[in-house]
Protein backbone atom coordinates (compact mmCIF):
# COMPACT_ATOMS: atom_id res chain seq x y z
CA UNK A 1 0.00 0.00 0.00
CA UNK A 2 0.88 3.18 -0.52
CA UNK A 3 2.88 5.14 2.37
CA UNK A 4 4.48 8.58 2.67
CA UNK A 5 7.51 10.00 4.55
CA UNK A 6 8.57 13.37 5.51
CA UNK A 7 12.30 14.38 5.45
CA UNK A 8 13.92 17.84 5.76
CA UNK A 9 15.59 19.68 8.90
CA UNK A 10 13.83 20.00 12.18
CA UNK A 11 15.05 23.54 13.06
CA UNK A 12 14.90 26.71 10.83
CA UNK A 13 16.01 30.02 11.57
CA UNK A 14 13.48 32.77 11.94
CA UNK A 15 13.55 34.09 8.60
CA UNK A 16 14.56 31.49 6.17
CA UNK A 17 13.30 29.29 4.61
CA UNK A 18 11.44 25.38 5.26
CA UNK A 19 12.02 22.84 3.37
CA UNK A 20 10.21 19.42 3.55
CA UNK A 21 10.17 16.71 0.89
CA UNK A 22 7.65 13.76 1.08
CA UNK A 23 8.87 10.22 -0.55
CA UNK A 24 6.13 8.23 -1.75
CA UNK A 25 6.37 4.54 -1.48
CA UNK A 26 4.36 1.64 -2.54
CA UNK A 27 2.56 3.30 -5.72
CA UNK A 28 3.39 6.21 -8.28
CA UNK A 29 2.02 9.50 -7.63
CA UNK A 30 1.52 9.68 -11.60
CA UNK A 31 -1.33 6.75 -10.93
CA UNK A 32 -5.01 8.04 -10.86
CA UNK A 33 -6.20 11.18 -10.25
CA UNK A 34 -4.77 12.11 -6.40
CA UNK A 35 -3.42 15.19 -5.07
CA UNK A 36 -0.85 15.75 -2.91
CA UNK A 37 -1.07 17.61 0.64
CA UNK A 38 1.06 18.99 3.32
CA UNK A 39 -1.05 19.69 6.65
CA UNK A 40 0.68 21.08 9.45
CA UNK A 41 -0.33 20.77 13.40
CA UNK A 42 1.16 23.36 16.15
CA UNK A 43 2.24 21.85 19.03
CA UNK A 44 -0.79 20.71 21.39
CA UNK A 45 -3.34 22.29 18.75
CA UNK A 46 -5.61 21.33 15.68
CA UNK A 47 -4.65 20.43 12.31
CA UNK A 48 -4.21 23.10 9.84
CA UNK A 49 -4.33 22.15 5.56
CA UNK A 50 -1.49 24.12 3.91
CA UNK A 51 -2.07 23.30 0.38
CA UNK A 52 -1.71 20.77 -2.44
CA UNK A 53 0.14 19.59 -5.63
CA UNK A 54 -1.16 17.19 -8.57
CA UNK A 55 1.81 15.39 -9.86
CA UNK A 56 1.02 17.62 -13.17
CA UNK A 57 2.74 20.22 -11.01
CA UNK A 58 -0.84 22.07 -10.76
CA UNK A 59 -0.99 23.66 -6.85
CA UNK A 60 -3.27 25.50 -4.84
CA UNK A 61 -2.19 26.94 -1.38
CA UNK A 62 -4.91 27.89 1.62
CA UNK A 63 -4.93 31.94 1.38
CA UNK A 64 -3.68 33.14 4.76
CA UNK A 65 0.01 31.17 3.84
CA UNK A 66 -0.39 31.44 -0.12
CA UNK A 67 1.95 34.47 0.20
CA UNK A 68 5.08 32.54 1.36
CA UNK A 69 4.36 28.58 0.13
CA UNK A 70 4.82 26.55 -3.06
CA UNK A 71 5.10 23.28 -3.65
CA UNK A 72 6.75 21.15 -6.18
CA UNK A 73 6.15 17.97 -7.67
CA UNK A 74 9.17 15.33 -9.07
CA UNK A 75 7.58 11.89 -10.29
CA UNK A 76 10.94 10.56 -11.32
CA UNK A 77 11.62 10.23 -7.91
CA UNK A 78 8.44 10.29 -6.91
CA UNK A 79 7.95 12.64 -4.49
CA UNK A 80 6.82 16.36 -3.74
CA UNK A 81 8.05 19.06 -1.63
CA UNK A 82 7.08 22.10 0.26
CA UNK A 83 8.72 25.46 1.02
CA UNK A 84 7.55 27.83 3.15
CA UNK A 85 9.13 31.53 3.25
CA UNK A 86 10.11 33.94 6.21
CA UNK A 87 9.30 31.85 9.16
CA UNK A 88 8.39 32.59 12.48
CA UNK A 89 8.18 30.75 15.41
CA UNK A 90 4.62 30.62 14.94
CA UNK A 91 5.68 28.35 11.96
CA UNK A 92 7.11 25.88 14.24
CA UNK A 93 4.71 22.51 14.13
CA UNK A 94 4.27 18.99 13.46
CA UNK A 95 4.52 18.92 9.60
CA UNK A 96 2.90 16.08 7.36
CA UNK A 97 2.19 15.05 3.82
CA UNK A 98 -0.84 13.12 2.52
CA UNK A 99 -2.38 11.76 -0.07
CA UNK A 100 -5.82 13.05 -1.05
CA UNK A 101 -8.77 11.35 -2.17
CA UNK A 102 -11.92 11.70 -3.80
CA UNK A 103 -15.30 10.29 -5.17
CA UNK A 104 -16.41 13.43 -6.94
CA UNK A 105 -15.39 17.59 -5.98
CA UNK A 106 -17.92 17.64 -2.90
CA UNK A 107 -16.42 14.39 -1.30
CA UNK A 108 -11.76 15.46 -0.51
CA UNK A 109 -10.55 13.05 1.94
CA UNK A 110 -6.46 12.55 3.24
CA UNK A 111 -5.34 9.13 3.02
CA UNK A 112 -2.32 8.04 4.28
CA UNK A 113 -0.44 10.22 6.19
CA UNK A 114 3.52 10.26 6.57
CA UNK A 115 4.33 10.31 10.17
CA UNK A 116 4.94 13.62 10.46
CA UNK A 117 8.23 15.93 11.27
CA UNK A 118 8.66 18.26 13.95
CA UNK A 119 10.19 21.81 12.39
CA UNK A 120 11.60 23.98 14.84
CA UNK A 121 11.89 27.66 14.43
CA UNK A 122 14.39 29.26 16.59
CA UNK A 123 17.98 30.72 16.27
CA UNK B 1 -10.34 29.17 15.72
CA UNK B 2 -12.01 26.57 13.58
CA UNK B 3 -15.04 27.03 11.46
CA UNK B 4 -15.70 23.83 12.05
CA UNK B 5 -16.66 23.06 15.90
CA UNK B 6 -16.13 20.09 17.98
CA UNK B 7 -16.73 19.40 21.47
CA UNK B 8 -13.17 19.61 23.73
CA UNK B 9 -13.69 16.35 25.07
CA UNK B 10 -16.13 13.26 25.75
CA UNK B 11 -15.95 10.12 27.96
CA UNK B 12 -17.34 7.25 28.13
CA UNK B 13 -17.16 3.67 30.21
CA UNK B 14 -16.21 0.29 28.51
CA UNK B 15 -18.56 -0.51 26.26
CA UNK B 16 -20.48 2.21 25.83
CA UNK B 17 -21.51 4.76 23.17
CA UNK B 18 -20.08 8.04 22.96
CA UNK B 19 -21.16 10.50 20.05
CA UNK B 20 -18.67 13.27 18.80
CA UNK B 21 -20.61 16.16 16.95
CA UNK B 22 -18.86 18.40 13.96
CA UNK B 23 -21.07 22.12 13.75
CA UNK B 24 -20.26 23.64 10.85
CA UNK B 25 -22.33 26.59 8.19
CA UNK B 26 -23.72 26.91 4.77
CA UNK B 27 -20.23 27.60 3.68
CA UNK B 28 -18.97 24.01 4.17
CA UNK B 29 -21.20 21.15 5.16
CA UNK B 30 -24.45 22.61 4.62
CA UNK B 31 -23.66 23.60 1.06
CA UNK B 32 -23.28 19.88 0.64
CA UNK B 33 -19.44 19.67 0.99
CA UNK B 34 -18.82 15.89 2.44
CA UNK B 35 -17.03 15.12 6.11
CA UNK B 36 -14.58 13.17 6.82
CA UNK B 37 -13.10 11.92 10.22
CA UNK B 38 -9.47 11.18 11.29
CA UNK B 39 -8.51 9.72 14.65
CA UNK B 40 -5.47 10.71 16.42
CA UNK B 41 -3.79 8.69 18.90
CA UNK B 42 -1.27 10.73 20.75
CA UNK B 43 2.14 11.04 19.12
CA UNK B 44 0.89 9.65 16.14
CA UNK B 45 -0.75 10.56 12.71
CA UNK B 46 -4.03 10.89 12.21
CA UNK B 47 -5.95 8.05 10.49
CA UNK B 48 -8.89 7.72 8.19
CA UNK B 49 -11.98 6.53 10.28
CA UNK B 50 -15.19 8.02 7.91
CA UNK B 51 -14.95 9.17 4.51
CA UNK B 52 -17.73 10.90 2.45
CA UNK B 53 -19.82 11.33 5.93
CA UNK B 54 -20.69 7.60 6.45
CA UNK B 55 -18.29 5.22 4.57
CA UNK B 56 -15.28 3.24 6.64
CA UNK B 57 -12.02 2.24 4.86
CA UNK B 58 -11.44 -0.89 5.08
CA UNK B 59 -9.95 -2.32 8.55
CA UNK B 60 -12.02 -0.03 10.72
CA UNK B 61 -13.92 -1.41 12.73
CA UNK B 62 -17.94 -1.19 12.13
CA UNK B 63 -18.55 0.31 15.90
CA UNK B 64 -17.46 3.73 13.93
CA UNK B 65 -20.48 5.19 11.78
CA UNK B 66 -20.62 8.31 10.93
CA UNK B 67 -23.79 10.92 9.91
CA UNK B 68 -24.15 13.94 8.00
CA UNK B 69 -27.39 16.53 8.37
CA UNK B 70 -28.24 19.74 7.41
CA UNK B 71 -25.21 21.75 8.71
CA UNK B 72 -23.88 19.14 11.25
CA UNK B 73 -21.95 15.81 11.30
CA UNK B 74 -21.91 12.95 13.79
CA UNK B 75 -19.02 10.31 14.46
CA UNK B 76 -20.41 7.32 17.03
CA UNK B 77 -18.37 5.01 19.07
CA UNK B 78 -20.10 1.87 20.07
CA UNK B 79 -18.98 -0.56 22.24
CA UNK B 80 -16.11 1.62 23.66
CA UNK B 81 -12.63 0.36 23.92
CA UNK B 82 -9.49 1.59 25.89
CA UNK B 83 -7.89 1.60 22.36
CA UNK B 84 -10.38 4.10 21.26
CA UNK B 85 -8.62 6.71 23.70
CA UNK B 86 -7.18 9.21 21.19
CA UNK B 87 -8.43 12.93 19.49
CA UNK B 88 -11.20 12.87 17.02
CA UNK B 89 -11.25 15.63 13.98
CA UNK B 90 -13.58 16.13 11.36
CA UNK B 91 -12.88 17.52 7.92
CA UNK B 92 -14.53 19.08 5.34
CA UNK B 93 -14.17 22.01 2.35
CA UNK B 94 -15.17 25.59 3.15
CA UNK B 95 -16.05 27.76 0.00
CA UNK B 96 -16.08 31.26 1.33
CA UNK B 97 -11.98 30.24 2.71
CA UNK B 98 -11.44 28.23 -0.65
CA UNK B 99 -9.41 26.04 1.79
CA UNK B 100 -9.90 22.39 3.46
CA UNK B 101 -11.08 22.82 6.94
CA UNK B 102 -10.70 20.24 10.19
CA UNK B 103 -12.46 20.55 13.38
CA UNK B 104 -11.25 21.65 16.76
CA UNK B 105 -10.80 18.14 17.38
CA UNK B 106 -12.28 16.20 20.46
CA UNK B 107 -10.71 14.33 22.62
CA UNK B 108 -12.31 10.65 24.18
CA UNK B 109 -11.78 9.53 27.34
CA UNK B 110 -12.46 5.51 28.40
CA UNK B 111 -13.10 5.91 32.17
Same mark, same amino acid.
Given at each position: ?15 ? &?? +? #???? @? $?????? %???? *????? !? ?20 ? &?? +? #???? @? $?????? %???? *????? !? ?38 | ?34 V ?17 ST ?10 SGSKS??SASLV ?35
Amino acid at each position: QVQLQESGPGLVKPSQ &TL +S #LTCT @V $SGGSMS %SGGN *FWSWI !RQHPGKGLEWIGYTYSSGNTYY &TP +S #LKSR @V $SMSVDT %SKNL *FSLQL !RSVTAADTAIYYCARGDYTNSWSNWFDPWGQGTLVTVSS | QSVLTQPPSVSGAPGQRVTISCSGSSSNIGEGYEVHWYQQVPGRAPKLLIYGSTNRPSGVPDRFSGSKSGTSASLVLTGLQADDEADYYCQSFDSSLTAYVFGSGTKVTVL
